[in-house]
């Protein structure tokens, strides 16, 4: 795994979203970057990637992208890519990002599946009990028990004191704009970023869809590609 | 795999309690920690162990914590991880570890399956004929014939001269928290420990239960991730 | 993966065409090598691929073959071989012989599944908006949402600004000429090949019923070598 | 795969006794290693055998014990654990134990499964002439064709001069204590060992009992780890 | 893969039978050693190779065996082993052994399924015209489209203008003899070797039914191996 960077932002807060859960740390790592104009200064980057281009808006997408919003200070690393038996090496390349760039907090987003229907309740957690108050005031409950996995997990066993995850409950497995929408309005809370929530979640929803046919593609793809392994032209 | 340790205590005697059958070395060893008030001293670590970070009383569990009681000179090793496939690799760290703190006994507390609804008999094995009888009197049968699996089974092999080990029999596959209040009855005889005996079923039952949402928690969420895998945003 | 050439011609545009849906790629270089009378310089060369020697007009044909055709520029690669897992390697062997030759593009040829029975719709994908005119002059419209996947994938995330990639519609999952065809037109009209159209259906058609026959032999051959395999001597 | 001994005799003759088909090595030479009085000089070891201890009259097995019989001048390979995928360099561990002892002759105890009810035929296979008239007087038939496996066709494979095979016709696939039996009276008869017979089947009936009572545990354990892999904690 | 040899004839012409299809390379190759009375001079090794000693006629069959025929100056290679995923390797050993011998023609012997009953149709490949039309007398048409897999495939694509190719359709699976007598009189008039028909056919089916019963004791022995490995003791 390997971290290539076109610029060194100082001491900037790192947002993470890999897809998870109803795709939302992607949805909101997506919105973000779009709603703040953030630009992309380096990518994380490994062959044990799968090798599949993705395009949207004409362009290709990094699997593992990094970008910039010099407004803010917030570098946001933004995940295409399934990433399972990647998550050690992709959280030591996110720490190495942090260490490079003297950063003092890691945010994740992450999604939890839940089988109510209503309820997108949000919860997070920190290991720094300054930080307790502002989370409640965002809104969030401390997640008291449960089990983290993924990336965000490999990142709290490894450097909790850095970490601050935010948690949502989703019961979209595939696409949930809204609670992506939610997560960004916590953010922008946090970070006290003045988002214009017009947009949100109808952008929000763009970017759900979006991202569903692109995945809708892949999938006709992919079955396609396994029909034609039966031959021995693949 | 690597042992990390903040302190090094001397010729304490280990105490490990590895999941298995029944929880019941993870459930010991938690009422262990929390009664005595053993403090985290160290980790067994290694990025072949899976990235899931338990959260439990809203703080992170290591998969593999090494505990110390001072008072009572008790190393515990505490472990929330599937091991499967690094039995060797942990019984290493094991091993290391006694012989950095001049350790003379590895106490291993591990369930066996039964079918007997009724049963909860405890066996007892040692390669030491001098502490047979102290077994004896805790209560405890030899075992006379069996196969011993995971940790304990590569401890065994390795080092026989150094490993006592505790078997209780368990008839329950997830959370068997009498087994495992019963297993620290027999410790606190062994070790001396004046274990206040009042809470102990009590706060056992706790721990069964929390560790069972836990797991439950992470159950849903394999099965969602499970789900996701189908996409290529996994 | 190792790149073999016996010559090294200046500045060629490469053309790559691996099998993927429908043959294209396969079926539209073996064409082009044929009409062209392109002859081979190299080949693209490892231990990891298939270990079949495809037999073809009593010649064998290279699973990975470099074809230079001088009067036009051309470097050819032909591709009738498996190489799932394989795509990075190969990709970056392509990526080293551009580089060696001082090649300034390379255009993937590619075939993407669709339902569709009528649709034989054409895309592309350039990162240079300089050639993007001149691609839809060619009748093809720009790939705006997808994922691309293999060796073209790979190439667009490692190199995108040499690769220009042509996509063709089809709906035929073994050896689809029609869309191979299709695929030459557009090339001519791209490179100004001046193809000669009268056999160019006829010739397609021939190579994709070879190409069937072939497949068929190699796959009753792998049903017997599977039952084989049952038995100690295989 | 590692040889540790605590003795080293002098040209020795070898017996190899792997569990294989009805756990007739492993029968046989248990049997052998009571009845001479053999003490444990070693063991074959590696990391690569599975961590599982048996314990057997209170005490642990070792997976591959190597064993000596002063008397007799013969050292006993007594193996309690699966092999598979380990024969080659088991066998070579054994090349190299025959070779630091000087030994001339590994003699392989090896069952054959049969449909047979009542057949117990004994075959032989030596490389060496002046060997074959020894063993048809203890009664076998040469072996004239088949395949052998495991650790003794490794070893035919690579020292064939100094292998003797003994095959024996058994139809029970878990614990033939009577085709033990009669694999020590050959031995016996061919290596004039005067083994007590009247213990003889008894004895083996019982460690035939015995390893079938360990294996049942130890499946039964199997069966109960594989219900709590599901589980995280496992 | 490490090749042995004892001894090193100078410019001999080898015949390379692999099992295959209805196992004709190895009982042609079979054949072919008993009749010319060639006797071993070497082995292709490997520990890839699976741990299965062949005993036929009393003797260890090598599963890669190299032989040797003074009189017509032949090596012969003979083969009674499963070799997927090493057909590389296998082919680079028997090219070393050309080089080393400085041979100049390997002949490949292998069979192609046919659903054909009737139809024992023989093909040849050669990369040499002028070697076509001593083929051709031979009764052989040309390969002109298909799929050579196997070590034949692998020496085709790695060193084509040493390699003569003679195939026999069969629609046996599992040992044809008469396949395997009619490829001996081709490589009879071929090499002017002056065998003696009559008892080809008859020697092919004693070969024929010998592996035939070999194979069968393998596979029921695979299946009492495969019982077993359910148990701890395999």
């Not at 260490?99 to 309820?119: N, V």
Request: glycine share 8%; with cysteine; charged share 30%.
């Amino acid at each position: 795994m390997q971290l290539e960077l076109t610029e060194k932002p100082k001491s900037p807060v790192i947002i993470e979203g890999f897809p998870g859960f109803g795709l939302v740390g992607t949805i909101a790592t997506e919105f973000l970057i779009k709603h703040l104009g953030a630009k992309q200064i380096g990518k994380i980057w490994s062959e044990d990637i799968l090798p599949i281009a993705a395009v949207h808006d004409s362009k290709i997408v990094e699997p593992l992208g990094v970008f910039y919003d010099k407004k803010n200070n917030i570098v946001i690393i933004h995940a295409l890519s399934a990433v399972r038996g990647m998550e050690w090496k992709i959280s030591n390349s996110i720490l190495e990002l942090a260490e490079m760039l003297k950063s003092k907090e890691i945010i994740s987003l992450e999604a939890i599946g839940t089988e109510d229907q209503e309820g997108m309740r949000t919860f997070y957690f920190t290991s720094q009990d300054s930080k307790r108050k502002q989370f409640e005031d965002c809104g969030m409950a401390p997640l008291k028990e449960g089990m983290i996995m993924g990336v965000t997990g490999a990142l709290l066993l490894k450097k909790r004191d850095l970490v601050s995850a935010i948690f949502i409950e989703s019961h979209v497995s595939l696409g949930d704009s809204k609670a992506a929408a939610r997560v960004i309005e916590i953010l922008d809370k946090y970070l006290g970023l003045k988002v214009d929530f017009k947009p949100l979640l109808k952008a929000a929803q763009e970017f759900e869809s979006t991202l569903k046919r692109i995945i809708e593609k892949g999938q006709k793809a992919a079955v396609q590609k396994k029909r034609k392994e039966l031959s021995y032209l693949g």
